[in-house]
């Protein structure tokens, strides 16, 4: 019975590196700023999960604002939710978990996508026309 490879066998280590740039985050710098970034698997792995981890970090501060925003309206007239807070730290375990999945993919050694991390990345940071 054989077995069956990734169709690129990437060493170890980059496979790691590009797993712990998705679980983590902290680890894209190092990948970004160094010469890390120039091998096809680690530099487009690192570049996608610090664009999902900046876009995550939106997503948690518009849950944030809009969480203080409701206590504040809501705060006038005397009503409060107690528990609303909860909601951005459920936010934060949900995209935890996701990026968990993509660092599992890369650890692989696949490559692929996110579909709206690449669509940010193309409105945003380069323009393709």
Same mark, same amino acid.
């Given at each position: ?5 990734? +169709?690129? *066998?990437? %060493?170890?280590? *980059?496979?790691? $590196? ?9 680890? /894209? ?9 120039? /091998?096809?698997? &680690?530099?487009? +792995?690192? !570049? ?8 995550? $970090?939106?997503?948690? $501060? ?19 939710? %107690? ?16 990026? &968990? =999945? ?5 650890? =692989?050694?696949? !490559?692929?996508?996110?579909?709206? &991390? ?9 323009? /393709?026309?």
């Amino acid at each position: 019975m054989t077995q069956l490879k990734p +169709h690129y *066998d990437y %060493p170890e280590a *980059d496979r790691r $590196l590009a797993a712990a740039c998705y679980i983590f985050g902290v680890p /894209t710098l190092y990948c970004i700023l160094t010469a890390k970034r120039f /091998t096809r698997f &680690v530099g487009g +792995h690192a !570049t996608q999960a610090f664009l999902m981890w900046i876009l995550m $970090l939106l997503y948690w $501060l518009a849950v944030r604002i809009g969480v203080n925003l409701i206590w504040w309206l809501f705060g006038l007239i005397g009503f409060f939710f %107690p528990y609303l807070s909860f909601l951005s730290f459920g936010l934060c375990f949900v995209a935890w978990i996701y990026a &968990v =999945k993509y660092g599992i993919r890369a650890y =692989k050694g696949e !490559t692929f996508e996110i579909d709206r &991390v690449r669509n940010f990345g193309e409105k945003f940071i380069w323009k /393709t026309e």
